[in-house]
């Protein structure tokens, strides 16, 4: 008798043990800009959700992406590896089992539900979603934008070329559907019919990447506000390969914006309601700095200012992004989190967070932030590198270059130009002074090691030259 009690207390701890494991909603939004939020500065885009979502966690004022363009970044952000280390002369790395493995993996291992619902654009075949790590897709395939965020999304309502490869699975969405909508509802649905958890759920939003397409009424709305802001005269400046917008004067950005927001306050009711927003982590981050600087005459969609520059850059507006973090019961509500952290760390924070055990060799450029969001310590002092051998001057900009920050300075060196530059981020966030000549010194120091990570993880130092791409 006593052996049957034991071994019901053991099976029902057991079972209470995996109705409590953490659900996980990683929120992603394609080409979104640090300064494209209310919490962090925009005064005319509203986002009312994400900041309600800021205000329950913590928000990082200097979180970093690994690459600032859409496929080596989503890379990195899956894999934990910077993208640096496979690239060679690519521009697009795609996930390639058994050399790399998603943090997918290691959830659905655990038992979890795993669910990937939108842009994917890491590969096909062997290399989509379904084959690595995620058993449930929607609209998840090659494709890189879409060619409307109206239904049908195969046809373009701007005139452009856009993307030619269809959004998967969504040929039956009816005429006129917006496209942000029903990706938020998909993922609504997924979270209802795994509300016993746990779950690990993505939702890659296509928006707000162009084609820059907002819904009219709020098309109206902002347009009216921006009549009643002071802008100035000068709305562009020179920028590498060509210029950068100063201000945020989008109407049709500052709609899709509030679309992508409206679905995270959807998001987040529903949790409340189906009564396990207590046990849910949510993280809402983008791919890359907001899409600023153009090389012709191509739209550009919103400022990073005071940052520099944008999408395609090694300097802050391209490489600083949003990213929010709720972790109810762990992390103080309103945290605000002034350390560099970089995407790949998701993958081993993801992990620690759900109590699984790390996978260094998969996530071999990725550090947990659990310590840092429990409050325990801050990191040692940390150092960070870029490389971009796949620049495009005609599109966004943006040269061939290397970058690396040590403590508070970072150097971006553009070889064909044989140019150095060197910035205090400390007292000059917007890289407006070049301290190279000046500190020689620290200038040599991190060029030297810049050249050593560079060599050992294989970087390309011939430029791939590419004239068009999005």
Not at 8 to 17: G, K
Not at 154 to 173: H, P, Q
Request: charged fraction near 25%.
């Amino acid at each position: 008798m006593k052996l049957a009690v034991f071994a019901f207390l053991i099976t029902s701890m057991t079972a209470v043990a995996e109705v409590t494991k953490p659900n996980i909603l990683f929120i992603l939004v394609d080409d979104f800009g640090q300064r494209d939020l209310g919490c962090y500065g925009s005064k005319l885009y509203e986002t009312p959700n994400m900041d309600r979502l800021a205000a329950s966690g913590a928000r990082f004022t200097q979180a970093y992406v690994a690459y600032p363009r859409c496929v080596p970044s989503r890379y990195a952000i899956l894999t934990g590896k910077h993208p640096a280390r496979v690239m060679g002369q690519k521009d697009s790395p795609h996930v390639e089992p058994p050399r790399d493995q998603t943090f997918g993996t290691p959830f659905q291992e655990a038992g979890y539900a795993t669910f990937y619902c939108g842009k994917w654009h890491l590969g096909e075949g062997a290399s989509n979603p379904d084959q690595v790590g995620f058993s449930t897709t929607v609209a998840a395939g090659a494709a890189g934008a879409t060619r409307s965020h109206f239904a049908p999304y195969t046809v373009s309502r701007s005139g452009g070329e856009g993307e030619k490869v269809a959004i998967v699975g969504l040929d039956d969405a009816p005429e006129g559907e917006y496209l942000t909508d029903r990706l938020t509802e998909e993922t609504m649905k997924f979270i209802e019919s795994q509300k016993e958890g746990p779950f690990c759920a993505v939702l890659a939003h296509y928006a707000v990447h162009t084609p820059i397409e907002g819904k009219r009424h709020l098309m109206k709305r902002y347009a009216d506000k921006l009549e009643g802001m002071t802008l100035p005269e000068m709305v562009f400046e020179s920028e590498s390969a060509g210029e950068n917008l100063l201000v945020q004067n989008n109407p049709a950005y500052a709609a899709m914006v509030e679309s992508v927001d409206h679905g995270v306050g959807r998001l987040m009711n529903l949790l409340k309601k189906l009564e396990i927003d207590d046990r849910t982590i949510v993280v809402l981050a983008s791919d890359h700095g907001g899409l600023s600087a153009r090389g012709g005459k191509r739209e550009v969609a919103t400022s990073n200012r005071p940052l520099r520059a944008g999408k395609g850059h090694l300097y802050e507006g391209g490489l600083r992004i949003p990213f929010l973090l709720r972790w109810p019961g762990v992390v103080k509500p309103g945290a605000i989190i002034d350390t560099p952290v970089v995407t790949m760390d998701l993958f081993p924070t993801f992990l620690e967070m759900t109590g699984q055990p790390l996978r260094p060799e998969a996530h071999v450029d990725g550090l947990s932030m659990v310590p840092l969001l429990k409050g325990e310590s801050d990191p040692d002092e940390r150092i960070f590198f870029w490389h971009n051998p796949a620049p495009r001057p005609s599109s966004t900009a943006d040269l061939f270059s290397s970058a690396i920050r040590a403590g508070n300075l970072k150097l971006v060196e553009f070889p064909e130009e044989k140019r150095i530059e060197l910035y205090n981020l400390e007292n000059d966030p917007g890289e407006s002074t070049n301290l190279a000549e000046k500190h020689s010194e620290d200038t040599a120091r991190l060029l030297e090691k810049l050249n050593v990570w560079r060599t050992e993880v294989g970087a390309s130092m011939t430029p791939k030259m590419r004239k068009k791409g999005r």
